[in-house]
């Protein structure tokens, strides 16, 4: 088991930066990839960023050059950068975690962010 843990979320106003993190603790192998996706309630969740322990990034093509990923192995964590945001990225967002042997996944609790315009 992974549990996952998030933080960063909040309101902010369009223009403006927001950084989550996402802890991943417990059973971690390490080839593995962590991520984001966000989700509106109602809609599909869709994907924002993923990153894999050897530092290969997938961005949502809508998203790139607005938000960076990042992570450090060594505290298990996944960064979501997301600069110049907008009322658009108002979200509730998950961190995913991705065992590449076993294909489980495991998700955060989200965390909402929310942008005003």
């Known amino acids: 088991q992974v549990q996952l843990v998030e933080s960063g979320g909040g309101l902010v106003q369009a223009g403006e930066s927001l950084r989550l993190s996402c802890a991943a603790s417990?059973?971690?192998?390490?080839?593995?990839?962590m991520g984001w996706y966000r989700q509106v309630p109602g809609k599909q969740r869709e994907l924002v960023a993923t990153i894999t322990s050897g530092g290969n990034t997938n961005y949502a093509d809508s998203l790139k050059g607005r938000f960076t990923i990042s992570r450090d192995n060594a505290k298990n964590t996944v960064y979501l950068q997301m600069n110049s945001l907008k009322p658009e990225d108002t979200d509730v967002y998950y961190c995913i975690f991705y065992e590449i042997a076993t294909r489980l996944r495991y998700w955060g609790q989200g965390t909402q962010v929310t942008v005003s315009s």
């Open positions: 417990g059973r971690i192998f390490s080839d593995n990839a």
